[in-house]
């Protein structure tokens, strides 16, 4: 079968352009780095928890900075979920706008 090039060079191109916008609000919901970064940090910090209390100090700020990390990832997860939704708005993804 043969195909026009008048037809199939738009529809690729078409094709091309849906699955850009699609694939990168995708990968930035779901965060899956940031995720996996978030659930080691808790784990790390369960370990810390059950570790012996006696390293002269070290296992106390080792769990802070554990903490501090949490903290930062989650910041950066809903920076990266607010990011997403200003570039919708302001690529006219959003219904409404």
Known sequence: MVVKS???LPACV???VMAGS?????SAENQPHMRAALDALQTAKK????AEHDKGGHRAQAL????QAIQQ???????GKKQEG???VEG??????
């Open 22 to 26: 699609v694939v990168p609000r995708v």
């Open 86 to 88: 200003k570039n919708q």
């Open 73 to 79: 990832v989650k910041m950066g997860i809903n920076y």
């Open 64 to 67: 802070q900075l554990v903490d």
């Open 47 to 50: 370990e810390l928890q059950e």
């Open 6 to 8: 008048s037809v199939f």
């Open 14 to 16: 078409l094709l091309l």
């Open 92 to 97: 006219g993804v959003q219904s409404g706008k």
